[in-house]
């Protein structure tokens, strides 16, 4: 790219002697970028310290509410008679029973419907199997005119 700039332009440049500024055009200079700043600020000082404020209360609610409901908690604990001592599996249907029943029903009925429930299951299953095999089967066969 060919350069654009006349050569004599830069030593027009060199020969050109600086003169000294005024002495309050700094100042005056700085205030005006700062009045221009101010603005064009969309918060202000009183502004960010409102959002500060509001941040520390924020969190202060959130640590707040993490160690009442812990509290909470360990206080149902211990009415409840103590922790659980082991966690109730979501496939039990047997155990999450008794436990929303609490001591209306006897843990032996419960075993005993339980195993009834299982069973009931297993057999609705084999069932549909035998069902499936069947119709599978039924489709299998070919008449003679087939193999031909």
């Known amino acids: ?22 002495p309050d055009l700094r100042h005056k200079v700085l205030k005006a ?7 064009k600020a969309w918060t202000t000082p009183l502004l960010r310290r409102c959002f500060t ?3 520390v209360v924020l969190m202060a609610v959130f640590i707040a509410d993490g ?14 008679g103590g922790p659980r001592p082991t966690p109730i599996q979501p496939d039990d249907e047997g155990a999450l029973l008794a436990e929303v029943l609490g001591g209306a029903v006897n843990p032996r ?22 069902l499936q ?10 008449s003679p005119e087939d193999l031909h």
């Not at 790219?1 to 005024?22: A, I, Y």
């Not at 970028?33 to 603005?39: G, N, Q, S, T």
């Not at 095999?133 to 070919?142: G, K, N, P, V």
């Open 109 to 130: 009925m419960m075993a005993q419907e339980t195993a009834e429930s299982r069973r009931r299951t297993i057999r609705k299953t084999a069932s549909d199997d035998l």
């Open 67 to 80: 160690l009442v409901s812990r509290a909470q908690r360990m206080q149902l604990i211990a009415l409840a």
């Open 33 to 39: 970028a700062a009045e221009y700043r101010e603005r």
């Open 53 to 55: 404020a509001c941040a």
């Open 133 to 142: 095999i069947e119709r599978l089967t039924e489709d299998a066969h070919e």
């Open 1 to 22: 790219m060919k350069d654009t700039v006349p050569k004599g332009f830069e030593r027009w440049l060199r020969s050109v002697t600086l003169k000294p500024s005024p």
